[in-house]
């Protein structure tokens, strides 16, 4: 089927304004994870959800930053207040159970600019 | 946590053969994976390493030493499209059970003609 998919693929915004980005995984994918890339800089963890389980928030830079995931499908990275340090992009990856040997798959990701 | 060191740049030429190291620290190791992330792309999987030993998919190939703590992606005929980061992701499972990965950096290879 189609692989992950996000929205917007570009999102600007003005300091202080609140974000929504959203993550369509791999039909089938229990695992979702969220990172975020700045520019030379590798993957950060942002938060994993598997399931029916608690989600791993452990990666959150501040709580400005939230995630849920509806149904165990969609997903939505909220982040208030925006700052400009938070402009990166962020990307969503699915794998089928999140364990082991599980591929992530990552969808193209949402470019974030922050003014 | 794991610290992972790749190196940042390298470059090679068309049709020659390279080796990207990937370095690391873990408490609790549970397999080493590469991608390949092509300029305003997504990363896309490559491979995948979880014991000893060299793994081969055609031009691309990964090894894995656990005790030295060692990864390389090993590229070969180089192409000009194979122009991307190559970012090394380590499972550590010593703290808490959790399959998250973390990321290097990555390493920016240019290939020229």
């Known amino acids: 089927g189609a692989g992950v998919s996000q929205s917007p693929s570009n999102k600007v915004t003005e300091k202080g304004k609140d974000v929504e980005l959203r993550c369509d995984p791999i039909s089938g994918h229990t695992a979702l994870y969220w990172y975020r890339q700045s520019l030379g800089q590798g993957l950060e963890f942002l938060i994993y959800?598997?399931?029916?389980?608690?989600?791993?928030k452990s990666g959150l830079p501040s709580d400005r930053f939230s995630a849920e995931r509806t149904g165990g499908s969609v997903s939505t990275l909220t982040i208030q207040r925006t700052q400009q340090e938070d402009s990166a992009v962020y990307l969503c990856?699915?794998?089928?159970?999140?364990?082991?040997?599980?591929?992530?798959?990552f969808g193209p990701g949402t470019r974030l600019t922050v003014l | 946590g794991q610290n992972i060191d790749q190196p940042t740049e390298m470059t090679a030429t068309e049709g020659a053969i390279v080796q990207i190291n990937c370095t690391y620290q873990t408490s609790g190791f549970n397999g080493l994976f590469w991608y390949q992330q092509h300029a305003g792309e997504a990363p896309t999987f490559l491979s995948y390493n979880v014991l000893d030993g060299l793994e081969e998919k055609g031009r691309f190939s990964s090894f894995l030493s656990r005790s030295k703590g060692y990864s390389y992606l090993l590229l070969k005929e180089l192409q000009m499209k194979d122009s991307a980061s190559y970012l090394c992701a380590v499972r550590d499972t010593g703290t808490g059970g959790s399959y998250i990965p973390t990321f290097g950096r990555g390493t920016s290879l240019i290939v020229h003609p």
């Open positions: 959800f598997q399931g029916n389980s608690a989600p791993d």
């Open positions: 990856a699915s794998s089928l159970v999140g364990r082991a040997a599980d591929t992530q798959y």
